[in-house]
């Protein structure tokens, strides 16, 4: 081993340093990372062509798709590809939860009706995601007012009903169709599911009866 060591001039006292070296600098190059994108959130932006290219303006032009960690603010974002519509969207960062913005691109020339068919997979991805966050958004949405699971509520005298309220996005607006005198009965019947109509937004409409 000697003689090899000789003969190639190696030394092992140089391949530690070395090896040292170069495991302080990754060390070091994970701390950057880590400190650079601390105040930063992580944006995916998942395209369909997957090979569009994305422009945030103030940060990067003409990149791949990809993972991008920007800060709270507003940015536009435009997403392009030969033989594809522009998609052109104003997104806002906000804390540090991870965002995935999705750009499922639309043809505009017979080239780019080939390409699409082509990438179908690319496509139903972007479905995937989608419906995955619906279900996400729905979920939380259900938690913050769990009384949509149990509405409507319709019969013979009266019906309970929601919608969204135009005030607060996480909220709901309880609309109570009843024909005078019937009132009292929707009210007790939300007392006998459990819930407190004082807890909620409550709009009354008279019913024809």
């Not at 600098?25 to 992580?42: G, M, N, P």
């Not at 944006?43 to 990809?66: L, M, Q």
């Not at 419906?131 to 949405?141: H, L, M, P, T, V």
């Not at 135009?166 to 007392?191: M, R, S, T």
Request: net charge neutral; proline share 5%.
């Amino acid at each position: 081993m000697d003689q090899f060591n000789d003969r190639f001039n190696i030394n092992p006292k140089n391949i530690l340093i070395t090896g040292g070296v170069l495991i302080l600098a990754l060390l070091a190059y994970w701390v950057f990372l880590a400190i650079d994108r601390s105040d930063k959130t992580e944006v995916e932006i998942v395209t369909a062509p997957a090979n569009a290219r994305v422009t945030i303006a103030g940060v990067t032009e003409n990149k791949r798709p990809g993972v991008f960690y920007l800060k709270q603010g507003e940015y536009d974002i435009s997403v392009s590809r030969e033989d594809f519509k522009t998609i052109q969207i104003r997104l806002t960062v906000s804390g540090n939860k991870r965002l995935v913005e999705t750009f499922p691109l639309e043809p505009d020339s017979a080239r780019g009706e080939e390409i699409a068919q082509q990438r179908t997979e690319d496509y139903l991805r972007i479905e995937g995601i989608e419906g995955a966050k619906s279900n996400a958004e729905g979920i939380a949405f259900e938690k913050k007012n769990p009384i949509v699971k149990d509405l409507p509520i319709k019969n013979l005298l009266f019906s309970i009903g929601y919608r969204a309220d135009p005030n607060d996005e996480n909220k709901v607006i309880i609309e109570i169709d009843a024909p005078k005198g019937y009132k009292n009965a929707a009210i007790k019947e939300l007392y006998r599911r459990g819930i407190d109509p004082f807890d909620l937004n409550i709009t009354f409409r008279e019913k024809s009866s």
